[in-house]
Structures are given as C-alpha cells and as structure tokens.
C-alpha cells in the first residue's frame, strides 16, 4: 500500500486579518514561494500549495495582520523531559 500525505498547506495557511492590515505589500514582498500576492488592496494566499509555513510574513507584517497557528520545530530541538 502506498500512503499519501497532503502537502501541510492543504491544512494550515496562515490567517490574514484584513482590519488590521495596512495594505504594505511586505509580506508579498518577503514570502520566498510567491504564495501570497496582493489583491485588491490585501494580501490573499493564492497559492496555498507553494506556502512552505516558513513564518517570514508573519515576522516581517508590522501590524502582526498575518499569522501562523502553529510553530514547527525541527525534531531535534523537541525536548523529551
Ligand atoms: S508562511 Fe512563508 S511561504 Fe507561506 S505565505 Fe508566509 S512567507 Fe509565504
Ligand atoms: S505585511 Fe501585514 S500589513 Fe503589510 S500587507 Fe502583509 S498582512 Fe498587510
């Protein structure tokens, strides 16, 4: 049997609050895969399978409009205590 898994995009993507963001562009500007552009004014993920969830548009937002629910740590840095 061959498992398949789906891409993580498929089920987290960062959330964009559209009242508290400014319409800057950085996050378009630093996000490395082109997952986000702007429309209209906002940022919009527009393409939910190139987000790799590497977290630098939610470093780079100055109003903290973009977000990421989860933090992913690299195995080796998880502490078994
Ligand atoms: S998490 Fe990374 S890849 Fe995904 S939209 Fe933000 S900057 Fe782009
Ligand atoms: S960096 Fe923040 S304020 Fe600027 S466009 Fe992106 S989400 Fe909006």
Redesign the pocket.
């Known amino acids: 049997m061959v498992l398949q898994y789906a891409p993580m995009s498929e089920w987290i993507l960062p959330t964009?609050?559209r009242q508290?963001?400014?319409?800057?562009?950085?996050?378009?500007q630093r996000c490395p895969t082109h997952a986000v552009e702007?429309r209209h004014g906002?940022?919009v993920i527009v393409r939910p399978a190139a987000c790799s969830y590497c977290g630098l548009?939610e470093e780079?937002?100055?109003?903290g409009?973009?977000s990421l629910a989860y933090e992913i740590v690299p195995a080796k840095e998880v502490d078994d205590d």
């Open positions: 964009i609050n508290r963001c400014t319409g800057c562009g950085l996050c378009v702007m906002a940022p548009c780079y937002c100055p109003v409009a973009i």
